[in-house]
């Protein structure tokens, strides 16, 4: 009986996991108003820098709403605030709509990642917790690896990728309603939630501050990728967009099976050392996408990024932890809104293109934050 109340409130948070790997659809749809509206890589690579944005603003204010109505209310909207993204382009399709999507989207899924970890901690609890987290991130991923099969098959279909839309902003509106009707006690929050000053003054600590400098080039690194495979495919072998865009499900493919492979071998061998190896394979697969224009190596090197980025996060997360145990929540908030990575790196990228006048210029940011984390790799303890 037990086992099947726990079942009960397990299924509707997995399903919200979901939700949150809703986010990851801006790689293929930045490509996609790209062409639509024959924008810059400047103009288009601001697209995912709205989405972005949003981990640095949200994120100590999301605590603080979480400490006053609870988590799952806090999911709750934050489901709600990403149907809305996902509504916005079907009411009108132009630039400007598109930049308050992913804006909007951004502010749901800051809000979401925040707090949705928390409350299935409500839920499972002791040993479970780790794996269910595990099995947490993999629904996340599904979503991630699906976003670019169901564009394409949109456009196939229909002849509109943005039929993704509706079909997204339904399982949203499904998540919210399930979770509205699932009762979850919660633990009270101990303490008074962390605010900016608190999280930023950490920075005073040169390893915190190389950590957190850390995350923002792993989440630049991950976001990048996601946004530039498919225009580096279509570039250096004249792909459609369609079958371009399948270069961010394998990315995303080779990321999930790099995390389950991850909890494993960091079970065995130290992360120091399990760091220096997984940024070994993406120094070597972002260095064969400097030279390289064979689709089959293009795609390996994806692929290899993809294996090698998928545990820095967690490993870097655990460093800073363990510099500053007494400030949990303090590193908690910085390392989260280390994920603002994901708005400055992806500009800097499509700005470097456009003055190069090729995705080269994409390529060079990603192997500079590469090189960063060679230069970190030698702090962690």
């Not at 009960?8 to 986010?23: I, Q, R």
């Not at 947490?136 to 949109?154: C, H």
């Not at 079909?167 to 605010?195: D, H, M, N, R, Y």
């Not at 090698?308 to 932890?321: T, V």
Request: aromatic share 12%; glycine share 8%.
């Amino acid at each position: 009986m037990k086992h099947t109340k726990s079942l009960t409130l397990l299924v509707p948070v997995m399903f919200t996991f979901f939700t949150m790997g809703f986010v990851d659809l801006v790689g293929i749809a930045t490509n996609y108003v790209k062409e639509d509206f024959t924008l810059s890589d400047t103009m288009a690579n601001l697209l995912p820098s709205m989405v972005f944005l949003w981990f640095l603003v949200c994120s100590v204010p999301t605590g603080m709403l979480m400490n006053k109505i609870g988590r799952r209310k806090t999911v709750i909207i934050s489901v709600l605030v990403t149907f809305l993204s996902l509504l916005v382009p079907l009411i009108e399709y132009n630039y400007s709509m598109m930049l308050i999507s992913f804006a909007l989207l951004g502010i749901g899924n800051a809000m979401m990642q925040v707090s949705l970890n928390p409350l299935l901690s409500n839920v499972v609890s002791g040993h479970l917790l780790a794996s269910s987290l595990t099995l947490g991130q993999f629904f996340k991923a599904i979503a991630s690896f699906l976003a670019p099969i169901i564009t394409a098959w949109a456009v196939v279909e229909f002849g509109n990728w943005r039929m993704l839309y509706p079909i997204f902003a339904s399982i949203s509106l499904i998540a919210a309603f399930w979770l509205l009707f699932t009762s979850v006690e919660e633990q009270k929050t101990e303490g008074k939630t962390s605010t900016f000053s608190q999280c930023f003054s950490l920075l005073g600590n040169q390893s915190i501050l190389m950590l957190f400098i850390g995350i923002m080039c792993h989440v630049g690194i991950d976001v990048g990728i996601n946004t530039t495979a498919p225009k580096i495919l279509m570039e250096r072998t004249g792909m459609t967009l369609a079958d371009a865009g399948y270069a961010t499900s394998l990315y995303f493919l080779c990321r999930t099976i790099g995390c389950f492979g991850g909890a494993f071998i960091l079970a065995r061998f130290a992360p120091r050392k399990f760091f220096l190896i997984s940024i070994v394979g993406v120094a070597l697969a972002i260095g064969g996408l400097l030279v390289l224009d064979k689709l089959v190596y293009i795609y390996l090197c994806i692929g290899l990024i993809g294996f090698g980025n998928s545990n820095l996060f967690s490993i870097l997360f655990s460093q800073a932890f363990q510099l500053q145990p007494e400030n949990s929540n303090e590193v908690s908030g910085l390392m989260m809104m280390g994920i603002f990575g994901g708005a400055v790196l992806p500009l800097l990228m499509g700005i470097t293109s456009d003055a190069i006048g090729s995705q080269l210029g994409a390529v060079i940011i990603l192997a500079i934050c590469t090189v960063y984390l060679f230069i970190l790799y030698p702090k962690l303890k």
